[in-house]
């Protein structure tokens, strides 16, 4: 929330994610509790002008398929995007591919999360004047010196 503080304060815009991930973090311990507090940070901002919060689950290798689903159903229930790294390196796709048996978009596109994310962006980018979603189908080369 102090992101979305310092967002709102600059006069500036941003679609701000809490992370979900399956192990403990400063904000939260579990899903229950990272779901509480998400249910705090989405009534705060919700509606805001500039500052649109998100459900973030970090990628489909640090969030087990339950985590991943219970994002989804918040993000819909609440009209939120969703926001998730997907499909970044090979070992992530290797990771997915043996837990899951399908790569890291097949598996969020099973569970319709991909497609909610990408949705529930383009309408928000719609609204407010702004380029529509891009997914991107791979990682991009780091530039040089960063």
Do not use: N
């Not at 503080?5 to 600059?10: P, T």
């Not at 500039?50 to 993000?75: G, I, M, N, W």
């Not at 939120?80 to 390196?89: R, S």
Request: proline letters at 9%; aromatic letters at 6%.
């Amino acid at each position: 929330m102090r992101a979305a503080r310092a967002v709102d304060k600059a006069g500036l815009r941003g679609v701000l994610g809490e992370t979900f991930l399956d192990f403990p973090v400063p904000d939260h311990k579990d899903l229950a509790a990272a779901l509480a507090y998400m249910e705090t940070f989405a009534s705060r901002w919700k509606g805001h002008p500039r500052v649109v919060p998100a459900v973030a689950p970090h990628a489909p290798y640090t969030c087990s398929k339950e985590t991943l689903l219970a994002c989804r159903d918040f993000a819909q229930r609440h009209g939120l995007p969703l926001l998730i790294h997907v499909a970044e390196t090979q070992e992530e796709t290797k990771t997915v591919g043996e837990k899951y048996g399908k790569t890291p978009v097949a598996l969020l596109e099973d569970e319709r999360a991909a497609r909610h994310s990408a949705r529930s962006a383009d309408r928000i980018c719609s609204r407010r004047r702004l380029p529509p979603v891009t997914l991107a189908p791979r990682a991009l080369p780091r530039p040089t010196g960063c």
